[in-house]
């Protein structure tokens, strides 16, 4: 009787200790979240302030015409965006984006995922190890530097493309790269490409070494050969970071800015302009504040948009496997 008298009496302490009154390990527990939540809501509040409030910061500047020297606001509703229906230089700018971005994805994502596949299929450690670095190397070179060793490159006459062009009996297609208005965006894109391709190439050896082994020699005892294993093994274990890809390269492609800065700064005759340099051009040269932040205002929404379809097709695609 007297031990049921003590268990019950520990057992009456224990429950009252975690009662409305609290104890000691409530109160751990209750400061415990009272300070997780102070430091999310920290975060919160930068997110918020360093974020959020720009955009939205940005949407209210696109609707005003700004003087940014004399500090004048005039309200103009909707005004930028019709203005911009009827630019034909943000239109070109637009269509340089979507160019940038597709071809950015048949290099970038698809063009990536062979050679990683490729490389990742070689039996030799040190030669997978030897290859990557060779495809990343690029990618550690700043845009400003690369933009400049490029500019060099399509030099008229001395630089390096012309001269193998020349040497290899091809002369006849010589252009000047940067100063025609059919050849600039693509010389840009060209290098952008160049520079970027390695790091795509990378992320998608890392998603391949994470595909189980025993797949592939469970395929080859089938008899399976090595575009049957690419494309029933590799490519739907490899569609996450497909998807996140295709994410990150076309919103990189909206996003455009040095690249066309170093070596065309949009001309010859605004033919190589993307929406980042004609934001610019607007905002900061031609004192056009809100109209800039009306391009600003498509380059968000068309990243958002895009990134929204992509997570939805992801996610779809999910659950129907």
């Known amino acids: 009787m007297t031990g049921t008298a003590a268990a019950m009496g520990r057992a009456a302490f224990t429950q009252g200790g975690t009662g409305s009154g609290g104890g000691p390990r409530v109160r751990s527990v209750r400061l415990r979240r009272w300070l997780s939540f102070r430091w999310a809501a920290v975060a919160m509040i930068l997110v918020g302030w360093f974020v959020y409030y720009p955009i939205v910061d940005n949407f209210l500047v696109s609707t005003t015409e700004q003087d940014i020297f004399t500090g004048e606001v005039t309200y103009v509703g909707l005004g930028n965006y019709a203005r911009l229906l009827d630019d034909p230089v943000a239109w070109t700018a637009l269509s340089n984006n979507l160019l940038y971005a597709v071809i950015s994805i048949v290099f970038q994502v698809f063009g990536a995922f062979l050679l990683a596949a490729i490389i990742e299929g070689l039996s030799s450690e040190y030669w997978r190890r030897f290859w990557r670095a060779v495809y990343f190397v690029p990618s550690a070179i700043s845009i400003t530097v690369t933009g400049l060793l490029f500019y060099f490159i399509y030099q008229p006459k001395v630089g390096l493309l012309d001269v193998v062009l020349v040497h290899l009996g091809l002369q006849d297609l010589i252009l000047p790269w940067l100063g025609s208005e059919r050849s600039a965006i693509y010389a840009v894109i060209a290098m952008s490409q160049w520079q970027g391709f390695g790091y795509s190439t990378l992320l998608f050896a890392i998603a ?100 929204a379809a992509q997570l939805w097709y992801t996610r779809r695609r999910r659950v129907q496997l």
Do not use: C, H
């Open 208 to 307: 391949i070494q994470k595909i189980p082994r025993e797949l592939y020699d469970a395929a080859t005892m089938d008899g399976a050969g090595p575009l049957r294993k690419l494309w029933s093994i590799t490519f739907p274990l490899t569609r996450e970071m497909t998807g996140l890809m295709v994410i990150v390269t076309i919103t990189g492609a909206f996003q455009v800015f040095n690249e066309v800065m170093v070596m065309t700064a949009g001309g010859p005759n605004n033919s190589s302009q993307v929406l980042g340099t004609w934001l610019y051009q607007q905002g900061f040269i031609e004192n056009n504040f809100g109209y800039g932040a009306a391009i600003a205002a498509v380059i968000f929404i068309a990243t958002m948009l895009t990134g």
